[in-house]
């Protein structure tokens, strides 16, 4: 049986039963691609995933078998995603698995000991074995074409991916994704395709390169920035009222809604909005993870701006450097200092994280040590998810876990204020995003969360509510780190 001959019966097996796969199994919201141009590429990507899991065993009938249970695999999790989240599977999570297994504490899924992963694994690896074993391989008979097939195969996969990066192929490539459309190409093309296309899209965008920073003299001398992990106002999922609420309320400068562009997840997404102010229509195809498109080097933000004006700049998270890389990121933004989770060794938790209360304070003790205006950007972990059963002794219930944590943050936000009381400052706090619970699913308040800015040490105003999104609050605070601030319209806001 020749190469050719006995590779595409498999191939041919492996692209019907993916397509009815992707036709009939959910993964996209609008109605399955049919003009020939979609049909191309979606059955394109079924032969390049064929052809990758050939590479590794010259095996077509099992390499048939792979790319089904690939594609059955990728819509499963997309639709388990999408109940979560809100969103089908994207390119970009693929470049966060590494730190499933470093900070399995972060995710719902069981560790690799478990018996429900790792019987599962055992079995699948075996079955491969015992296939492998049984069918024939297609290489040829001769030693060394053999060996040249082999690498012949996985070199001519990565030329394709080189030559999409550039030249005609990255223009056709462009030109059909001009710009990101999940729900829409993933109903065109289907989920693989879309996966493929946007890696390579993004891998051809042009670096963000970083403007230096017009010097200006400093605004408040302290300016305090903090990302509340999960927070929401605890009413709007039934839970009591919150005393922080009704301290922001009668005492914020500003406060109200903030969209932020995910639900339940993504953190870095909120965090970058904030501290560059950029738009997501202005970061192509790494919208979907900036700190993996640009990793902080950014025309914009505003520890860069304030390190211009003469401010220390301080970035304070309680948890470990290598979480989504945010220590090296954290510093091409522009802060020169970190205290990170090493730096919270004896503080106070409560469940598995360090308590708001105890950051908190650490951040109210760098105000009172500092030696000149300080620009300080924190971002709690104490309410990080998930909220599973043992995770606070005697209280098992996600919600009422979520409660007890969220009126921790209260207590941290409230003792900031008095803290800062005596001091001309800017304390602005936000929600990064919804919590991922069962009573908080995805659509809820439309992405929104809840910030609210307070100013120390001047006349006082009338607190305002003005909803914005989580870019233009950071457009906005670029005031507070120059004298004589314009700010913004407060007309221009993006209702949430």
Same mark, same amino acid.
């Given at each position: 049986?020749?190469?050719?001959?006995?590779?595409?019966?498999?191939?041919?097996?492996?692209?019907?039963? +993916?397509?009815?796969?992707?036709?009939?199994?959910?993964?996209?919201?609008?109605?399955?691609?049919?003009?020939?141009?979609? %049909?191309?590429?979606?059955?394109?990507?079924?032969?390049?995933?064929?052809?990758?899991?050939?590479?590794?065993?010259?095996?077509?009938?099992?390499?048939?078998?792979?790319?089904?249970?690939?594609?059955?695999?990728?819509?499963? %999790?997309?639709?388990?995603?999408?109940?979560? %989240?809100?969103?089908?599977?994207?390119?970009?999570?693929f470049a966060l698995l590494p730190q499933v !297994?470093?900070?399995?504490?972060?995710?719902?899924?069981?560790?690799?000991?478990?018996?429900?992963?790792?019987?599962?694994?055992?079995?699948?690896?075996?079955?491969?074995?015992?296939?492998?074993?049984?069918?024939?391989?297609?290489?040829?008979? +001769?030693?060394?074409?053999?060996?040249?097939?082999?690498?012949?195969?996985?070199?001519?996969?990565?030329?394709?991916?080189?030559?999409?990066?550039?030249? !005609?192929?990255? @223009?056709?490539?462009?030109?059909?994704? !001009?710009?990101?459309?999940?729900?829409?190409?993933?109903?065109?093309?289907?989920?693989?395709?879309?996966?493929?296309?946007?890696?390579?899209?993004?891998?051809?965008?042009?670096?963000?390169?970083?403007?230096?920073?017009?010097?200006?003299?400093?605004?408040?001398?302290?300016?305090?920035? #903090?990302?509340?992990?999960?927070?929401?106002?605890?009413?709007?999922?039934?839970?009591?009222?919150?005393?922080?609420?009704?301290?922001?309320?009668?005492?914020?400068?500003?406060?109200?809604?903030?969209?932020?562009?995910?639900?339940?997840?993504?953190?870095?997404?909120?965090?970058h909005a904030v501290l560059t102010g950029s738009?997501?229509?202005?970061?192509?195809?790494?919208?979907?993870? !900036?700190?993996?498109? =640009?990793?902080?080097?950014?025309?914009?933000?505003?520890?860069?701006?304030?390190?211009? =004006?003469?401010?220390?700049?301080?970035?304070?998270?309680?948890?470990?450097?290598?979480?989504?890389?945010?220590?090296?990121?954290?510093?091409?933004?522009?802060?020169? @200092?970190?205290?990170?989770?090493?730096?919270?060794?004896?503080?106070?938790?409560?469940?598995?994280?360090?308590?708001?209360?105890?950051?908190? @304070?650490? #951040?109210?003790?760098?105000?009172?040590?500092?030696?000149?205006?300080?620009?300080?950007?924190?971002?709690?972990?104490?309410?990080?998810?998930?909220?599973?059963?043992?995770?606070?002794?005697?209280?098992?219930?996600?919600?009422?876990?979520?409660?007890?944590?969220?009126? =921790?943050?209260?207590?941290?936000?409230?003792?900031?204020?008095?803290?800062?009381?005596?001091?001309?400052?800017?304390?602005?706090?936000?929600?990064?995003?919804?919590?991922?619970?069962?009573?908080?699913?995805?659509?809820?308040?439309?992405?929104?969360?809840?910030?609210?800015?307070?100013?120390?040490?001047?006349?006082?105003?009338?607190?305002?509510?003005?909803?914005?999104?989580?870019?233009?609050?950071?457009?906005?605070?670029?005031?507070?780190?120059?004298?004589?601030?314009?700010?913004? +319209?407060? +007309?221009?806001?993006?209702?949430?």
């Amino acid at each position: 049986m020749s190469l050719l001959t006995g590779f595409l019966a498999p191939m041919a097996c492996a692209l019907a039963l +993916s397509s009815a796969i992707e036709a009939w199994g959910g993964a996209a919201r609008a109605p399955f691609g049919r003009r020939p141009g979609d %049909i191309v590429l979606r059955l394109g990507a079924y032969a390049l995933l064929t052809l990758f899991w050939f590479s590794f065993s010259w095996r077509p009938w099992l390499a048939a078998s792979s790319t089904v249970t690939t594609v059955a695999a990728l819509v499963l %999790i997309s639709r388990a995603k999408r109940a979560v %989240i809100g969103e089908p599977l994207v390119f970009s999570d693929f470049a966060l698995l590494p730190q499933v !297994p470093r900070h399995p504490q972060l995710y719902y899924i069981p560790p690799v000991t478990s018996p429900r992963v790792a019987g599962p694994a055992l079995v699948a690896v075996a079955g491969v074995g015992l296939w492998y074993w049984l069918e024939p391989s297609l290489l040829p008979a +001769s030693l060394w074409l053999s060996l040249a097939a082999i690498l012949a195969l996985p070199l001519a996969l990565l030329a394709l991916a080189a030559a999409a990066a550039r030249g !005609p192929l990255a @223009r056709a490539l462009a030109q059909r994704f !001009p710009r990101p459309d999940l729900d829409s190409d993933i109903a065109r093309i289907g989920l693989p395709a879309t996966l493929m296309a946007y890696a390579l899209r993004r891998r051809a965008e042009p670096a963000r390169a970083a403007m230096p920073a017009g010097a200006a003299a400093p605004g408040d001398p302290v300016v305090i920035v #903090i990302q509340l992990e999960s927070f929401i106002d605890p009413e709007r999922l039934g839970g009591p009222p919150l005393p922080a609420l009704e301290l922001i309320r009668s005492r914020a400068a500003e406060y109200g809604r903030l969209r932020v562009p995910a639900h339940g997840a993504y953190t870095m997404r909120s965090e970058h909005a904030v501290l560059t102010g950029s738009e997501p229509s202005d970061l192509g195809f790494g919208v979907y993870d !900036p700190y993996l498109a =640009n990793g902080g080097e950014e025309p914009e933000s505003l520890p860069r701006r304030a390190a211009a =004006n003469g401010y220390e700049t301080l970035f304070v998270h309680p948890f470990h450097r290598d979480f989504f890389q945010r220590a090296r990121v954290m510093q091409r933004f522009g802060f020169r @200092r970190l205290v990170m989770g090493e730096d919270f060794a004896d503080a106070q938790r409560v469940g598995p994280y360090v308590s708001d209360v105890a950051l908190g @304070r650490r #951040i109210l003790a760098e105000v009172r040590a500092r030696r000149g205006p300080l620009f300080l950007f924190s971002v709690t972990m104490e309410n990080h998810g998930p909220w599973k059963p043992g995770r606070l002794p005697g209280v098992d219930d996600p919600l009422a876990q979520y409660l007890h944590h969220v009126a =921790n943050t209260g207590r941290m936000v409230e003792e900031l204020v008095a803290g800062l009381a005596d001091e001309r400052a800017t304390l602005c706090v936000f929600g990064d995003h919804a919590p991922a619970l069962p009573t908080c699913r995805p659509g809820f308040g439309e992405t929104s969360t809840d910030y609210a800015l307070f100013r120390f040490g001047g006349p006082a105003s009338e607190p305002r509510r003005i909803d914005r999104t989580a870019d233009a609050l950071g457009r906005h605070l670029r005031a507070t780190l120059h004298t004589d601030p314009t700010p913004p +319209s407060a +007309s221009s806001p993006a209702q949430a």
